[in-house]
């Protein structure tokens, strides 16, 4: 691994790297029971990054920004496929991948008793087949990785309650090689709300009790993870933590 920084601005770091890489398939991936595939071969990989930070830190509060570009040229890549009832790992000969990921923490010290806490990330990811050109999948994204796929986090975090919302949403995949219309699977956005609440108590301060209350996929969508199974609609949680 070669690897360089620059940090031309106190706020500011310019990072690249560069690593040629191999992954060994792990033993779930070659024996897990109907998961595994004996026949997998070691994956290897060249990865480009070049990346961006910023950091600063203000009156109102604190922000954390970083970019990166990637390109990866991988071979024979182990992934993880579903069938009709189990997932089967399997190689795939070649696979381009290219994108850009960003992320951002920002922190408002609102007043004395709020704070709010946001964070985001986006990746933009080309996975590309390009093993045989002369095949009808060539240069077609592989099976469920979506172009582009995101989530949001907003903490409203007061000395008595804290309030959160969170985001998460995907691009369309493919649930086969080819990237055709029948193949492919909705984009989806989930949503969720919670209140929280620890509680602290004993001589020293050492022991607390978290409560959480929950609503999750607000939007009650049965969105599909994977082809033919839909993810439940709207739903509630409730979760006691005691900590000692």
């Known amino acids: 691994m070669i690897a360089a920084s620059w940090n031309f601005h106190r706020?500011?770091?310019?990072?690249a790297s560069y690593k040629d890489g191999l992954r060994v398939p792990t033993f779930n991936d070659l024996y897990y029971a109907r998961v595994g595939n004996v026949n997998l071969k070691p994956e290897s990989a060249q990865q480009f990054n070049l990346g961006l930070t910023f950091s600063g830190t203000y009156g109102w509060g604190t922000a954390d920004i970083t970019a990166d570009a990637y390109y990866n040229m991988v071979k024979d890549k182990i992934v993880a496929v579903p069938t009709m009832f189990i997932w089967k790992m399997r190689?795939?000969?070649?696979?381009?991948?290219?994108?850009?990921?960003?992320?951002?923490?920002?922190?408002?010290?609102?007043?004395?008793w709020m704070k709010i806490h946001s964070s985001a990330n986006y990746?933009?990811?080309?996975?590309?087949?390009?093993?045989?050109?002369?095949?009808?999948?060539?240069?077609?994204?592989?099976?469920?990785?979506?172009?582009?796929?995101?989530s949001g986090n907003v903490i409203f975090e007061t000395h008595w309650v804290n309030l959160s919302y969170r985001m998460t949403a995907s691009g369309k995949r493919y649930d086969k090689n080819q990237n055709i219309p029948s193949n492919e699977i909705p984009a989806y956005a989930?949503?969720?709300i919670s209140l929280n609440r620890e509680f602290v108590f004993g001589r020293s301060h050492n022991y607390?009790?978290?409560?959480?209350?929950?609503?999750?996929?607000?939007?009650n969508h049965n969105y599909e993870?994977?082809?033919?199974?839909?993810?439940p609609g709207r739903s509630y949680r409730v979760t006691l933590k005691f900590k000692y």
């Not at 190689?91 to 004395?112: F, H, L, Q, R």
């Open 11 to 15: 706020n500011f770091l310019l990072r």
């Open 91 to 112: 190689n795939v000969g070649e696979v381009a991948m290219y994108g850009t990921d960003i992320t951002s923490v920002v922190v408002w010290k609102v007043c004395p």
């Open 123 to 150: 990746s933009l990811q080309y996975a590309l087949d390009v093993t045989d050109p002369e095949s009808k999948n060539y240069r077609h994204q592989i099976p469920y990785t979506p172009r582009h796929c995101g």
């Open 190 to 192: 989930d949503h969720g």
């Open 208 to 219: 607390s009790v978290g409560l959480s209350l929950e609503a999750l996929n607000l939007a």
């Open 225 to 231: 993870l994977i082809r033919f199974y839909p993810m």
